[in-house]
């Protein structure tokens, strides 16, 4: 493990394997350096990228300072990117999608290549949309130390997860490991803050963005994971879009990229579901 201090001094803690050009994972909501999906991607990447894991703040061993404000967690992705190097791809899952577009917009010099799986917009009516006060929800259950119905709030609220799959998730292996991180469940909704709604894009929200972009889902996904995929690729300049057959949703499992050119282009779609980090000439 190593740490690097972000601006505001906070402690970021990252681990680096593998040889290549510098590729940096980004989690998503209840995910950690040591727990969660980018880990075991990590290991099937490393052998065509310098990748980099970090627990993103308050999460693993990483420090936090409060309050929370969505430029402290692009200040932390840019110090990881400036660690190694100055310049790196970047993907990232879920929420950690969303961190990932909002920092390439912020610091586009940072972000060579951007690849986005399964960003949870909410852009239509395939689905309910996340309550306009969920930070509030969340945020008054963890002050009453109701950490474990914060959790089942988010699952249920915000991922769709099924009611039967809410009632038996105490009983699963993982539920410390989500509980022991649900204190930082504001800090992904606030990323998302405004785009779970059921309201299209807004047009020009990240003109800004100048890094190739690949958005992705998977094909076997809830059609609003879908769509969004479909939606935020439109709403990018430039942006392609993919979906990978018979991949289920992000909550399940993550793409397996292995096949990641440094510079050729994407394969067609009858290949196999490995998806390409865009090429800069894309």
């Known amino acids: 493990?190593?740490?690097?201090?972000?601006?505001?001094?906070?402690?970021?803690?990252?681990?680096?394997?593998?040889?290549?050009?510098?590729?940096?994972?980004?989690?998503?909501?209840?995910?950690?350096?040591?727990?969660?999906?980018?880990?075991?991607?990590?290991?099937?990447?490393?052998?065509?990228?310098?990748?980099?894991?970090?627990?993103?703040?308050?999460?693993?061993?990483?420090?936090?300072?409060?309050?929370?404000?969505?430029?402290?967690?692009?200040?932390?992705?840019?110090?990881?990117?400036?660690?190694?190097?100055g310049q790196a791809c970047v993907y990232g899952i879920s929420s950690g999608a969303g961190l990932a577009l909002e920092t390439a917009c912020a610091v586009p010099a940072k972000v060579a290549k951007l690849a986005l799986y399964e960003p949870p917009f909410v852009v239509d009516n395939s689905r309910p949309p996340v309550p306009a006060d969920a930070v509030q929800q969340v945020t008054g259950l963890l002050a009453r130390g109701r950490?474990?119905?914060?959790?089942?709030?988010?699952?249920?609220e915000d991922a769709q997860v099924p009611a039967m799959g809410v009632a038996l998730m105490p009983l699963m292996p993982a539920w410390g490991k989500l509980k022991a991180l649900v204190h930082t469940l504001p800090y992904d909704l606030t990323i998302m803050a405004g785009g779970q709604q059921g309201r299209p894009l807004p047009p020009g929200r990240w003109a800004a963005l100048t890094a190739p972009t690949l958005v992705m889902a998977g094909g076997k996904s809830p059609a609003w994971l879908q769509n969004a995929a479909q939606?935020?690729?439109?709403?990018?300049?430039?942006?392609?879009?993919?979906?990978?057959?018979?991949?289920?949703?992000?909550?399940?499992?993550?793409?397996?990229?292995?096949?990641?050119?440094?510079?050729?282009?994407?394969?067609?779609?009858?290949?196999?579901?490995?998806?390409?980090?865009?090429?800069?000439?894309?």
């Open 231 to 282: 939606a935020l690729a439109h709403a990018l300049p430039g942006a392609s879009h993919r979906t990978l057959p018979a991949r289920p949703t992000s909550s399940k499992q993550n793409p397996s990229p292995r096949s990641w050119p440094t510079s050729s282009p994407a394969p067609p779609a009858t290949s196999p579901p490995t998806p390409a980090i865009p090429r800069n000439d894309r």
């Open 1 to 85: 493990m190593k740490t690097v201090t972000s601006k505001d001094g906070t402690a970021i803690a990252y681990d680096q394997a593998g040889n290549g050009p510098p590729l940096v994972l980004v989690d998503g909501a209840l995910n950690s350096r040591a727990f969660g999906l980018n880990g075991p991607l990590a290991a099937v990447l490393a052998d065509r990228f310098t990748v980099i894991t970090y627990d993103r703040r308050g999460r693993g061993s990483s420090g936090d300072i409060l309050p929370y404000a969505v430029q402290r967690e692009i200040e932390d992705l840019a110090a990881i990117i400036d660690a190694a190097g």
């Open 147 to 156: 950490r474990g119905a914060a959790v089942k709030l988010f699952l249920r």
